[in-house]
Every structure is written in C-alpha cells, then in structure tokens.
C-alpha cells in the first residue's frame, strides 16, 4: 500500500516520505479500513515536527490520528457484519506506528465508529480529536445549561465544534473570542451570542460588559499559558475553566484571584478519555449527525490535499463540521 512517513522529525517537505509499505491484516478484535480521508491535527503536526521530542517511539510513523473510510477486513472477534461499514477513526497514530495517512490502517474494532447514512466520508475525517475534545469539554463536570460559557478560540475546530455543542447543550449565552472577522462569521454562524476580538478589544473589560459584571460560569481554554490571568478575571466565583491546551509546558496560575474565586479547574487530554466518556460522545455526536441537513463537504472541510500534497505541502488541518443549522 502507499503510504506517508517519516523516519526523524523536522519540516514536513523535509521529513515526509510517500512510498510503499506492507497491506496490513487485521488481528483478533480488530478492522482493516480502507482510507478515504485522513484527518490533520495540530498534535500529529508537533510530533512530527518534534516540538515535543525528537525522539522517534518507532522507527518509522505514519502519521494522523484522525480519519474515515470503509471497512474491507475483520479480525477473528469481529461481527463479519461489519465489513462495508462505513465508519470514523479515533486514536489511530496514538501511541501505535501506523496511522491513518495511508491507503489502509488495521486498529482495534471500536476505534471505528459507524457514520450515519447520508453523512459524508470527508465530514467523518474531521471528527476523532477535535470533536471528541469539544463534547467533553462542554459536557464534563456537569451541565452547561443556563450557565454562561466563554469559548476561547471559537473559530477553531475544537472550539468551532464547543460553540456548537454548548448551544445544543443549553447555555444560557456562549461568548467565543476570535482573532479577525473572517473567524468571527464563523463562530457567530455556529451559534455563539457574541465574539471578542481580543487582537482589538480590551477582552476582560468587553466579557464582564456582555455579562452584566457577573462573568462566566465555563471557559473552554485552549491555551492556558497565554489567558489564565484574563481567565481568571472574567470568572465568576466558583466557575470552572477546562483546559484541553497550552502553549506552554509550565503554567503560572495567580494563587490569590484563583483562590478568592474559588476556581476549579479540570484539565483532560482527549487521548485518554475514559471508556464510558468516549462512547457518551460517540453516541450524541453520532444522534446530530443522524439529524443533520444539507451537510456538504464545502462547509466542512478547509483545505484538502491528496497522498503526495502532504509530501510537497506543509500539512493542513481539515476543520470545522457543522451540526446542521441550529438558532
């Protein structure tokens, strides 16, 4: 089969091979996918840029988590049911050599999930991290409902899909910070009630305006390093702030405001999501997109590229799904 990898880390016109590798077979409890979409995220470009390590876990990777296509092959264990299946992969390069940029990836059986009829492939791709990420960070530690939620990064997959899902889960408001206009039109379209430029506006200031001085109830933080003291600020007493993200190893959190506001925090990394966590969000993101409308690739997806454009390109994330059209 054709593949890409890589065998150090560094640039990806640099380090990105495309050759072929051997078909692999599925094991006991486990599906071969034939790929009809890989899936680009942030994690699969810092490792393969080693911006965490450049030390390789395998001698050869072939990078993405995320993807979708079609199962051609089950391992003994494995309901033969589900060969022509149609499904969406999760965790497929997380701790494991093989992921999903390439023509076939063999994982264990529940790291496919089934996508609804009607639902394109493509929109399957975008799914795995991002949305995982989102329901959890919208659904952990109790419900959103009638509470106000400040969404940093609205514009982005992850915080694209927490806009939507924070909506669908009943906020009372959700507030998205946003970097520019274009981004702005995309979080004010997924359902956010109002965005901060923060390149432009004082953010502190404009989030208490918007919320009476009062504050928010849930921050969905992607970079906790840069906005836990903006955070901290716009938080009402006894409000919680999850964390999926940091631009920075080590965090100075400011003890005082934090405990005069008795902040929680919960911080979580989707690859390690508990079972009965996972299969909640696979099962409600599964229930929207069932009910979805009009869904086409053009609202989902960002950029695409095929097998030797991730050579001959830096890699590109594919972004944003939209949930159907909800007010």
């Known amino acids: 089969?054709?593949?890409?990898?890589?065998?150090?880390?560094?640039?990806?016109?640099?380090?990105?091979?495309?050759?072929?590798?051997?078909t692999p077979a599925p094991g006991p409890r486990e599906v071969r996918v034939r790929i009809a979409w890989s899936g680009v995220n942030p994690s699969d470009?810092?490792?393969?840029?080693?911006?965490?390590?450049?030390?390789?876990?395998?001698?050869?990777?072939?990078?993405?988590?995320?993807?979708?296509?079609?199962?051609?092959?089950?391992?003994?264990?494995?309901?033969?049911a589900r060969m022509g299946q149609r499904?969406?992969?999760?965790?497929?390069?997380?701790?494991?050599?093989?992921?999903?940029?390439?023509?076939y990836v063999v994982l264990p059986a529940p790291q496919a999930v089934p996508l609804p009829a009607g639902v394109a492939l493509a929109v399957g791709a975008c799914l795995g991290i991002p949305a995982l990420t989102a329901y959890h960070a919208?659904?952990?530690?109790?419900?959103?409902?009638?509470?106000?939620?400040?969404?940093?990064?609205?514009?982005?997959?992850?915080?694209?899909?927490?806009?939507?899902?924070?909506?669908?889960?009943?906020?009372k408001q959700v507030i998205a910070t946003i970097s520019n206009e274009k981004k702005?039109?995309?979080?004010?379209?997924?359902?956010?009630?109002?965005?901060?430029?923060?390149r432009q506006e004082d953010l502190v200031k404009r989030c208490l305006d918007l919320t009476g001085g009062a504050g928010v109830d849930r921050i969905?933080?992607?970079?906790?390093?840069?906005?836990?003291?903006?955070?901290?600020?716009?938080?009402?007493?006894?409000?919680?702030?999850?964390?999926y993200g940091s631009g920075a190893a080590e965090v100075q959190v400011p003890f005082v405001p934090a405990i005069l506001k008795m902040a929680r925090f919960s911080f979580f990394i989707v690859y390690n999501l508990k079972t009965e966590d996972r299969l909640r969000a696979?099962?409600?993101?599964?229930?929207?997109?069932?009910?979805?409308?009009?869904l086409s690739v053009e609202e989902v997806v960002?950029?695409?590229?095929?097998?030797?454009?991730?050579?001959?390109?830096?890699?590109?994330?594919?972004l944003n799904l939209i949930l159907g059209h909800h007010s």
């Open 184 to 198: 702005a039109a995309l979080a004010l379209s997924a359902g956010a009630d109002s965005v901060i430029n923060y």
């Open 45 to 80: 470009v810092k490792s393969r840029a080693g911006t965490r390590t450049k030390t390789l876990p395998f001698p050869r990777i072939v990078p993405h988590s995320d993807g979708s296509g079609v199962i051609d092959q089950v391992g003994e264990g494995v309901d033969r």
């Open 1 to 22: 089969m054709r593949a890409a990898f890589y065998e150090r880390t560094g640039p990806a016109s640099e380090v990105l091979s495309i050759g072929e590798l051997p």
């Open 220 to 243: 969905i933080e992607v970079d906790l390093a840069v906005n836990v003291g903006a955070d901290l600020q716009v938080l009402r007493p006894e409000g919680e702030i999850v964390v």
């Open 138 to 171: 919208v659904t952990v530690d109790g419900s959103v409902k009638d509470k106000v939620v400040l969404v940093a990064g609205g514009a982005g997959a992850v915080g694209h899909y927490a806009v939507q899902l924070a909506r669908l889960k009943g906020a």
């Open 302 to 318: 960002d950029s695409i590229h095929g097998l030797d454009g991730i050579q001959n390109k830096v890699q590109q994330y594919l």
């Open 282 to 294: 696979e099962a409600e993101l599964t229930r929207l997109l069932a009910g979805a409308t009009e």
């Open 87 to 103: 499904v969406w992969l999760w965790n497929a390069a997380w701790g494991r050599a093989h992921g999903t940029a390439a023509e």
